[in-house]
């Protein structure tokens, strides 16, 4: 599905929500985040983008009330629980399934369009691809499913580290099995991994000191929007301790990390770029 057909779904079924209430007033859609308003400029641009090339635009035929989470997912339930409060068309979700999550948790009536990295079915958003039922749909771009590909590329680029560490969220959804799949990939090529556990930015500067003692020579950092919101402190104690780390965006190598392997947000959303159901 192409990023225009995508936001005429959302367009559409803001405009038959509105329909449906039999309201005179502009259709709302809330932006529900788990970033915040400046790592989501490249989503921002092109729903904008999108929303314009179907004939919606802000201000003048619909109005969005933004939420940003900003890492903090103790936040998520009551953003979430306040746009229901609103009474918005539809919920748009950004920042992976534990925002998704929380808006399907807040309600069963509004429609819910995610943008996710992993599968919605294993996450519970959808009963299936094909037929998602409920009142949820959207795009996943499996993002998680990389970690084989990530492990190899940084025995590639440090053929010499004994350990690799990752760093991953144990609130994300889906950490655990991150986590096992990485664990399985680099016993997989026989490589020793020291798995961190991170979820406060004090404890970003403990895991550094961690794989620092524990000597590392490279670092994967785990999809999750907590870490896109703290990708200045991740770079720069990256660079501090000289050691190369692979990330899961390609904004945050654009940042001035050193590599990255996964999706783009911006190229996801490009009009000649390919969102997958």
């Given at each position: 599905?192409?990023?225009?057909?995508?936001?005429?779904?959302?367009?559409?079924?803001?405009?038959w929500?509105?329909?449906?209430?039999?309201?005179?007033?502009?259709?709302?859609?809330?932006?529900?985040?788990?970033?915040?308003?400046?790592?989501?400029?490249?989503?921002?641009?092109?729903?904008?983008?999108?929303?314009?090339?179907?004939g919606?635009?802000?201000?003048?035929?619909?109005?969005?009330?933004?939420?940003?989470?900003?890492?903090?997912?103790?936040?998520?339930?009551?953003?979430?629980?306040?746009?229901?409060?609103?009474?918005?068309?539809?919920?748009?979700?950004?920042g992976?399934?534990?925002?998704?999550?929380?808006?399907?948790?807040?309600?069963?009536?509004?429609?819910?369009?995610?943008?996710?990295?992993?599968?919605?079915?294993?996450?519970?958003?959808?009963?299936?691809?094909?037929?998602?039922?409920?009142?949820?749909?959207?795009?996943?771009?499996?993002?998680?499913?990389?970690?084989?590909?990530?492990?190899?590329?940084?025995?590639?680029?440090?053929?010499?580290?004994?350990?690799?560490?990752?760093?991953?969220?144990p609130?994300d959804?889906?950490?655990?099995?991150?986590?096992?799949?990485?664990?399985?990939?680099?016993?997989?090529?026989?490589?020793?991994?020291?798995?961190?556990?991170?979820?406060?930015?004090?404890?970003?500067d403990?895991?550094?000191?961690?794989?620092?003692?524990?000597?590392?020579?490279?670092?994967?950092?785990?999809?999750?929007?907590?870490?896109?919101?703290?990708?200045?402190?991740?770079?720069?104690?990256?660079?501090?301790?000289?050691?190369?780390?692979?990330?899961?965006?390609?904004?945050?190598?654009?940042?001035?990390?050193?590599?990255?392997?996964?999706?783009?947000?911006?190229?996801?959303?490009?009009?000649?770029?390919?969102?997958?159901?």
């Amino acid at each position: 599905m192409r990023r225009r057909e995508f936001i005429a779904l959302i367009g559409g079924v803001a405009a038959w929500q509105a329909g449906a209430r039999a309201q005179s007033a502009m259709p709302v859609i809330g932006y529900f985040s788990a970033r915040s308003r400046e790592t989501d400029v490249p989503m921002l641009a092109a729903f904008r983008q999108g929303l314009s090339e179907s004939g919606y635009v802000e201000g003048t035929n619909v109005a969005i009330e933004f939420r940003w989470g900003v890492g903090q997912y103790h936040r998520l339930k009551s953003m979430a629980e306040d746009l229901v409060r609103r009474q918005v068309a539809v919920i748009v979700t950004s920042g992976g399934e534990i925002t998704a999550l929380a808006a399907k948790a807040a309600t069963a009536k509004i429609p819910i369009v995610f943008n996710v990295g992993g599968d919605p079915v294993r996450f519970g958003l959808v009963a299936s691809l094909n037929q998602p039922g409920g009142n949820l749909t959207g795009v996943t771009s499996f993002l998680f499913a990389l970690g084989t590909k990530q492990i190899g590329l940084l025995r590639e680029l440090v053929p010499t580290a004994a350990v690799i560490a990752f760093l991953v969220n144990p609130d994300d959804p889906g950490a655990e099995s991150r986590i096992n799949d990485v664990q399985a990939a680099a016993r997989t090529v026989g490589q020793q991994l020291s798995v961190l556990r991170v979820s406060t930015e004090p404890d970003i500067d403990a895991a550094f000191a961690t794989l620092v003692q524990q000597r590392a020579g490279a670092l994967l950092v785990s999809a999750g929007p907590f870490f896109v919101t703290r990708a200045d402190q991740l770079i720069a104690l990256a660079a501090r301790h000289a050691v190369p780390t692979m990330y899961f965006r390609r904004e945050l190598a654009v940042a001035g990390g050193l590599m990255s392997y996964g999706s783009s947000t911006a190229e996801g959303l490009s009009p000649d770029g390919r969102l997958h159901w």
